[in-house]
């Protein structure tokens, strides 16, 4: 007797690469924040007006989101994904990755780094490695530092590791680094001058994270990136004018810097905006390009487009990594390249950039250890 076919889905993956929270999804498809979570996880058959109303939200067709598999289909390869590849490719490149004891693949998707080479082609339920993989050298990190291809080139000049970076907001990379999805999560959620970093807001994020390492990368400057035909000097004129806004989306650094303003300004939240962008330099193009008048991205994003900048805090940014990775190669690698001379002198000469506590460590204990 033949097995029923079982019905999977990548609405989680579509979700992330948007850069959305699963409220995000269910107020553009208009259904609860429960129902989206039990659909990603499976726990739930979506009716037909429920698919509908995911695949128009995320702007892809149903059979993209949903896809019935036997269940007696065998993927050939030497490991898993990290995360299902859209279904509607009929060929998906990927890079390949060791953690943790496995060795992932991850679908090629747009990266700060531009298009690093990948590791091979999956077709027809069938890994095809390139012959230049080498999973065991490969760094797989979740940030928005748009800076971050210096890092990479320090890792690769210092100690041959190849970085992947996935272009992530700061809990959504805090999300896939307590999935044991990437070595380090990028986070920026609090002010440069708070005593204890960011070690309070990745608890608060990933109470369960266990122990992890802050690796701090810089001090940077965010605030309001405005369209340079826009006469405004302080907060409360860019908050009180009629002017466009395109956001970032709940969860990132930016938009509590965004929620920040107008809530000391105004004493209110910010108002309905065009949009979420990507990433920073994803706010900065939108104002160059004149589809919005403001938003809240870093200064260096901001000098890169020529737009007119108030600055409303400066930020610790630093690369979570758990305790559980200290002694990984890579992760040492990491750190050595964080601390070196060269990469520090190239972030220092960085618009909104400080460099003077690069390369510092703080070690956080697990929620089991403080307890004790």
Request: hydrophobic share 45%; aromatic share 6%; with cysteine.
């Amino acid at each position: 007797m033949s097995e029923e076919p079982r019905l999977e889905n990548v609405v989680r993956a579509f979700r992330e690469r948007r850069g959305w929270s699963q409220q995000d999804l269910s107020a553009r498809a208009g259904l609860s924040r429960a129902g989206v979570s039990a659909i990603e996880t499976g726990r739930l058959a979506p009716s037909t007006a429920a698919a509908l109303a995911l695949s128009k939200a995320l702007g892809c067709a149903v059979e993209d989101l949903f896809r019935l598999r036997s269940a007696s289909t065998v993927e050939v390869g030497d490991g898993p994904w990290a995360w299902p590849p859209p279904p509607s490719r009929s060929a998906c490149r990927y890079w390949r990755a060791t953690l943790g004891g496995r060795t992932l693949a991850y679908p090629v998707e747009v990266s700060p780094l531009g298009l690093p080479a990948h590791d091979g082609v999956f077709r027809d339920g069938v890994f095809e490695d390139l012959p230049h993989v080498d999973a065991d050298r490969t760094l797989v990190v979740a940030c928005c530092d748009p800076a971050v291809g210096l890092l990479a080139e320090a890792l690769a000049r210092t100690d041959g590791v190849r970085l992947i970076v996935l272009s992530r907001s700061s809990r959504s990379a805090l999300d896939l680094l307590s999935r044991g999805l990437v070595h380090a999560a990028g986070v920026h959620l609090v002010r440069a001058d708070d005593a204890a970093g960011n070690i309070d807001a990745v608890r608060a994020a990933e109470p369960d994270l266990g122990a992890f390492r802050l690796l701090r990368v810089a001090d940077w400057d965010e605030g309001i990136a405005l369209a340079p035909s826009l006469r405004v000097s302080t907060f409360r004129e860019a908050v009180r004018s009629p002017i466009r806004w395109i956001s970032r989306e709940a969860g990132s650094g930016a938009r509590a810097c965004l929620d920040e303003v107008f809530m000391e300004a105004e004493g209110g939240t910010p108002p309905p905006s065009l949009g979420a962008a990507r990433d920073h330099r994803g706010v900065a193009a939108a104002i160059r390009d004149g589809w919005a008048d403001a938003g809240v991205c870093l200064r260096l994003a901001s000098d890169e487009a020529d737009l007119a900048f108030l600055t409303v805090r400066r930020e610790a940014y630093d690369l979570c990594f758990p305790d559980s990775l200290d002694a990984d190669p890579r992760i040492r690698a990491l750190v050595k390249a964080v601390r070196s001379t060269p990469y520090r002198r190239l972030l220092a000469d960085l618009p909104g950039y400080d460099a003077s506590a690069t390369g510092s460590l703080q070690k956080a204990r697990g929620p089991r250890e403080r307890a004790t």
